[in-house]
């Protein structure tokens, strides 16, 4: 089978991965993914949640998470030698011409966006719960379709570009992932810092926003979890966008392998979480100690 290479890239001829090369490789694909699904989970986010958002809301959360998890990815894939085993291929960086030829696309798809929230803009008043309600499912679907362009056009959805950037003894470190990041939080901080500061917002077609209280302080579990996020990350190449971006581009069981590897890692933090409850109920005879922005209070379990 084609070895794994982000957006699943043909290896370069003179990479040798067979033997016990290949099962190294494969171990730290399946490894990666584990540490990638425990460090999202228990630092309650990655780098959408807290370098994207996060950062863009000025939380600091996120301006603690991020540091964090790009310090123990560079660790990882320098002293792990991710580019030996995740390197650049030279037939996809031929092929970025047409990759910059779908960015018209991808900019269209952004425009479209942007012209359908004007518009709800001047008809929300006009539009039932009904059509609200269908209208929301088809804005989730725009949106995820934008974000998956988005990766494959900068190239996020290829473990090379980010192995590149994190492998700082390769000899060839590749600063995409700083300017796709940047770029991001240049377009998505000045629309969060508005929302925040409107009274009381809410989306457009209902509900609410589903954003964390920047209040929430930075704790042990962040620390940590952001760290192991950050090893698993430096490892495989890929955090929970792209590898998701990757399963709708599936053409081998590599991928499988990284997806199994998260869902291992989220039942590990699950199973975290029920062993801490169990062990704070025990204490304190059917009360779990809870903690709120920062300040402890004890709630009876139910």
């Given amino acids: 089978s084609r070895p794994y290479e982000?957006?699943?890239e043909p290896l370069?001829?003179?990479v040798d991965l067979s033997g016990y090369r290949h099962v190294l490789y494969m171990a730290r694909l399946l490894i990666g993914g584990v540490l990638v699904g425990v460090g999202t989970a228990f630092g309650n986010g990655?780098?959408?949640g807290h370098g994207l958002t996060g950062l863009a809301r000025l939380a600091l959360r996120s301006w603690v998470g991020v540091p964090c998890f790009m310090c123990f990815g560079a660790i990882s894939a320098t002293f792990l030698h991710g580019v030996s085993y995740i390197p650049p291929s030279l037939h996809c960086e031929r092929e970025a011409a047409n990759v910059h030829r779908a960015a018209i696309w991808s900019a269209t798809v952004v425009l479209s966006l942007a012209v359908s929230a004007a518009l709800l803009t001047a008809a929300q008043r006009a539009i039932g719960p009904e059509s609200k309600s269908k209208l929301q499912v088809i804005v989730c679907l725009l949106s995820g379709m934008s974000f998956g362009v988005g990766l494959g056009v900068s190239g996020m959805s290829r473990a090379s570009k980010v192995v590149g950037f994190m492998d700082l003894g390769s000899g060839a470190w590749d600063p995409a992932l700083a300017f796709v990041m940047g770029g991001a939080l240049a377009f998505s901080m000045p629309f969060f810092q508005i929302v925040e500061r409107l009274n009381s917002p809410v989306p457009l077609l209902g509900g609410r926003f589903g954003l964390v209280s920047k209040a929430e302080p930075v704790d042990r579990e962040l620390i940590i979890g952001t760290a192991i996020f950050g090893l698993g990350w430096g490892l495989c190449g890929m955090c929970p966008g792209?590898?998701?971006?990757?399963v709708g581009a599936f053409h081998g069981k590599e991928v499988l392998l990284v997806v199994g590897g998260l869902f291992i890692g989220n039942?590990?933090?699950?199973?975290?979480?029920?062993?801490m409850t169990?062990?704070?109920v025990g204490e304190s005879g059917g009360y779990a100690q809870v903690s709120s922005n920062g300040k402890d209070s004890t709630k009876p379990l139910v």
């Fill in 6 to 8: 982000g957006a699943l």
């Fill in 12 to 14: 370069p001829p003179h």
């Fill in 46 to 48: 990655c780098t959408s």
């Fill in 242 to 246: 792209p590898i998701w971006a990757n």
């Fill in 267 to 275: 039942a590990v933090w699950v199973a975290w979480k029920k062993l």
């Fill in 278 to 280: 169990s062990s704070k």
